[in-house]
Structures are given as structure tokens and as C-alpha cells.
């Protein structure tokens, strides 16, 4: 496809820093790209940190106008887990995503045992492993005011990197407690979930994140076989898709021309349109985010 294919493009999902993490950008390099390409919007995301501090800035003062940069948080250790004084002052900074932990997840930790996970920084303190579901299927009380927090003030859930087990109960509860906005990241990578079950979470009003940095015609560090992607829409549907880069490791290139170049293997490879790329990468983000 032409680059025009990038323009109104909002990735919701970019590791830029400043972060504890290596990043091969930062939010201001990142916005600079974005703009030029035609960007709508993107999303800075950090494991460690709220972001919204340099998001709000660098639009301010280095934006056009013509691309939003949001901000996010995520609830691990570093600040607090289920926290809902941070919540609160998140949200007050209009952060666009509260993921429930990643990092600071059982399931992450020992994902990781054997090979340092990219995307992990510098630290003189461990993670303590979080499992946030217990064996009979019950969350933690305190995940659950959050989850009651964020319904009432309808902010947008990412389910981060717990197993399977806490995701799909972190769904149903999720649903139950009236939080409206769920994007279940990654699905097919970590979470390991089936199609079956991605399906299920779609019917059940929730997006399902598909991200150009986990396959391998994706990225340099990508592991998913590329089929998978077409089998997720496939079993999904457009309409529950959302397409994002996922992308801003070191060494592993720039989010948009991993993004521009994953449209272009989508379209080669699997027959992928133009107006399906618009729907999974343009229209279900802003839906998601309520722009």
C-alpha cells in the first residue's frame, strides 16, 4: 500500500522513553515521525511509570496539532499495584489506558527467567511476583475497587501480562462490574490464549490487540508465526481488531515503518484491504480511547 495508508493512523501501544528501560526513541523523536507520516495519534506506554508527563509536554510544545500524544499507567510494583490514589491522579492527567500489571506478573517473571525480558530497565530491588486471581477463580479486593473505579469513571482497561487464567477472569469481572472499554493485549503472545477464547472476548465487547513487534515478519524480535495474525481477524473480525506497533525497543527499528511494513505483509500475504486497515488501525482506536 502507498505511505498514505499511515495517514489518521493512532497507535495506541509505543514504548518511547524517557524510561528505566533502553528505548530506541523517545516520545519527542517519536512524535516527530508520527507527524510526518501523518499520524493521527499515538500512545506512549511504560512498564514502570506513568507517562503522561513527557506525552503532555512534547505535544505542547513540539506538536502541530496535527497528532495527539496520550499517556498511560500501569499497575505494578514500582507504583503501588493496585493503587487507587495513583489511579485517581491518573486519570485527573487524562491517562487513556490503566493496564493491570505486566511486568510485575507471576506469569511475566517466569516467562523470563531464562532470557531478560527487552523491555525490562535497571533496578536495586526484585520484583515481588503478583497473581492477582486465586485458584477459585476470585480477584484480589483490591484489583476489584479498581476495576469498580474505572467503571465509574469509564476509563479504558488493558489487561496486561497475567496468564490466562487472570485474564479471562479479569474479563468477566471486568464486564460484570460495568467497565464498557477492554483491549486485551497480546493475546496470542504470553497470554497464550485460544481463538476460541479471543472470539469469546470480542462478542463480550472487548478488542483484541494485535501487535506488529511480536511476529516475525514484524519485527527483529518477533517470535509469532505471521499466519497467526490472519487466523485472530479471521476469528475475531475487523470490527473487534485493533492493530498497533507495540514497537520502540532498541535496535529493533522505528514504530511507524514496522507499522507501514506490517500493513504491507498483511495485504501481500493475506489479502488484507485498505479499508480493513483503516478499521483495526485508525477507527477501533479512536472508539476505544472515546476521541
Not at 507520516?37 to 512498564?47: I, N, P
Not at 485517581?88 to 487513556?96: I, L, S, V
Not at 482497561?157 to 497480546?186: C, M, P, Q
Request: proline fraction near 2%; glycine fraction near 8%.
Amino acid at each position: 500500500m502507498d505511505r498514505k495508508i499511515l495517514q489518521g493512523i493512532i497507535d495506541i501501544h509505543v514504548h518511547a522513553g524517557p524510561s528505566v528501560a533502553k528505548r530506541a526513541l523517545d516520545a519527542a523523536d517519536m512524535l516527530i515521525e508520527a507527524q510526518k507520516a501523518g499520524y493521527a495519534g499515538f500512545l506512549v506506554k511504560d512498564h514502570f511509570f506513568p507517562s503522561m508527563l513527557g506525552t503532555k509536554m512534547v505535544e505542547k510544545h513540539l506538536g502541530d496539532g496535527s497528532c495527539k500524544v496520550y499517556g498511560c499507567m500501569a499497575l505494578n510494583n514500582s507504583i503501588g499495584l493496585f493503587n487507587l490514589k495513583a489511579l485517581d491522579t491518573a486519570r485527573h492527567m487524562d491517562a487513556k489506558i490503566i493496564y493491570f500489571p505486566t511486568v510485575s506478573t507471576k506469569k511475566h517473571i517466569d516467562d523470563h527467567k531464562k532470557a531478560a525480558f527487552i523491555g525490562s530497565g535497571k533496578s536495586s530491588i526484585q520484583e515481588e511476583p503478583v497473581v492477582y486471581v486465586d485458584e477459585e477463580g476470585n480477584l484480589n479486593e483490591k484489583a476489584i475497587e479498581v476495576l469498580k473505579y474505572m467503571a465509574e469513571y469509564d476509563m479504558v482497561l488493558g489487561t496486561g501480562h497475567g496468564s490466562l487464567w487472570e485474564i479471562e477472569h479479569l474479563v468477566d469481572k471486568a464486564v460484570e462490574l460495568g467497565v464498557k472499554r477492554i483491549l486485551v493485549n497480546h493475546p496470542h503472545y504470553n497470554v497464550n490464549a485460544s481463538y476460541e477464547q479471543m472470539s469469546k472476548w470480542a462478542k463480550m465487547g472487548a478488542y483484541i490487540e494485535l501487535n506488529v513487534c511480536v511476529f516475525k515478519g514484524g519485527s527483529k524480535i518477533g517470535t509469532v508465526d505471521d499466519i497467526v495474525a490472519k487466523n485472530m481477524i479471521d476469528a475475531c473480525g475487523v470490527e473487534n481488531i485493533i492493530l498497533d506497533s507495540d514497537m520502540g525497543q532498541i535496535d529493533n527499528g522505528s514504530p511507524v515503518e514496522g507499522m507501514y511494513n506490517f500493513i504491507n505483509l498483511l495485504e501481500r500475504e493475506f489479502g488484507i484491504t485498505e479499508e480493513e486497515i483503516n478499521i483495526m488501525a485508525k477507527r477501533n482506536p479512536a472508539k476505544l480511547l472515546n476521541l
